[in-house]
């Protein structure tokens, strides 16, 4: 019933957003809206900042004419989601509560304390404006290493452990020389052992294309979503849902199609509050003494956003301290 309700919704609203004006004054904040012109300088930064995300232009017949036909909206692909949403929620310490000036509304950064999550860590390595993709590779190259250097050490001590060496004059007079097939050699066992162990190792990891289009009613950005299991094969709609935190589930996340794109429905958390959290957010920072030009909205956006998809790890470029 949800869901039909939520089909409804979007329909109105993709009428009364054909109908709606389109914001030329910036009024960012005051209010938390943005222009187009300043969506597409938001954008710009985004992109220089974390080259993980860029620019589409999406579907000829879909283009919107009051945004550049080459900057229609942003993606980024195969953005990794290594846990359920139902693992997050069971972690003891995860939850920071960000408030308002009142005290009375807020939000809540649920990966804020998680010690699992790999947002933390994407937060202290990129915690520059610019910095490229060398320091990820090299840190999980230093992971894999050690990992490589444990399991050799393993390795030795089970060669220590095979035992006496086979009577090769037994083993003639056996027959079995004779038979290929019946003959195990070391290195080939090894192998085996080896390709095992390593299959047994692999974290086995859904992802995520992510895409950020601009809302003409709403006047703000909006996320949508796309996930993929292990073997590249698209989520259902509940697998989805699994991915998300459940306070948001089939209510501000909902299954609509994209503005720019043909296709299946996809998730899209709801832009109805985005301009409200976007204003308090942006007032927090400013009360912080930090001075907020347009060009850092999505990248507080993007903050915001991860209290509804904990799990899923898209790249941080600066670390903003509300």
């Not at 915690?127 to 590779?137: A, E, F, K, L, R």
């Not at 894999?144 to 004059?169: F, P, Q, T, V």
């Not at 050699?185 to 294309?209: F, G, H, M, V």
Request: proline share 5%.
């Amino acid at each position: 019933m949800q869901n039909v309700i939520n089909s409804v919704k979007g329909t109105a609203l993709g009428v009364a957003g054909f109908l709606t004006p389109v914001l030329k004054e910036t009024r960012f904040k005051e209010t938390g809206v943005i222009t187009p012109n300043e969506f597409v300088t938001a954008g710009d930064h985004l992109v220089h900042s974390c080259p993980t995300w860029e620019w589409a232009c999406g579907d000829d017949c879909k283009i919107k004419s009051y945004l550049p036909k080459n900057k229609q909206y942003l993606i980024t692909k195969n953005v990794p989601c290594l846990r359920r949403y139902k693992q997050v929620e069971n972690c003891e310490i995860q939850e920071n509560i960000v408030e308002s000036e009142g005290g009375n509304e807020g939000w809540v950064e649920t990966h804020h304390f998680d010690p699992l999550s790999l947002s933390e860590e994407i937060s202290d390595l990129l915690i520059t404006d610019d910095v490229g993709n060398d320091d990820q590779i090299s840190n999980n190259a230093s992971v894999e290493n050690k990992n490589i250097r444990s399991y050799l050490a393993d390795d030795d001590d089970d060669d220590s452990d095979e035992g006496e060496a086979m009577d090769m004059d037994a083993f003639v007079e056996s027959g079995l020389l004779e038979d290929e097939s019946a003959i195990v050699y070391p290195e080939k066992k090894k192998e085996k052992e080896i390709l095992s162990s390593s299959s047994d190792a692999i974290l086995k990891t859904r992802t995520y294309d992510l895409h950020i289009t601009y809302d003409k009613f709403y006047q703000t950005p909006r996320l949508w979503l796309y996930g993929y299991n292990e073997n590249r094969v698209p989520l259902s709609v509940e697998e989805m849902y699994e991915d998300v935190s459940q306070d948001y589930a089939k209510k501000t996340v909902t299954m609509e199609s994209h503005p720019h794109i043909p296709g299946p429905p996809m998730a899209s958390i709801h832009p109805c509050k985005h301009a409200d959290v976007m204003k308090k957010l942006i007032k927090m920072v400013v009360k912080g003494g930090k001075h907020i030009k347009v060009h850092m909205y999505l990248i507080i956006f993007l903050k915001f956003v991860q209290s509804v998809i904990p799990t899923i790890d898209y790249d941080y470029t600066q670390n903003i301290n509300l």
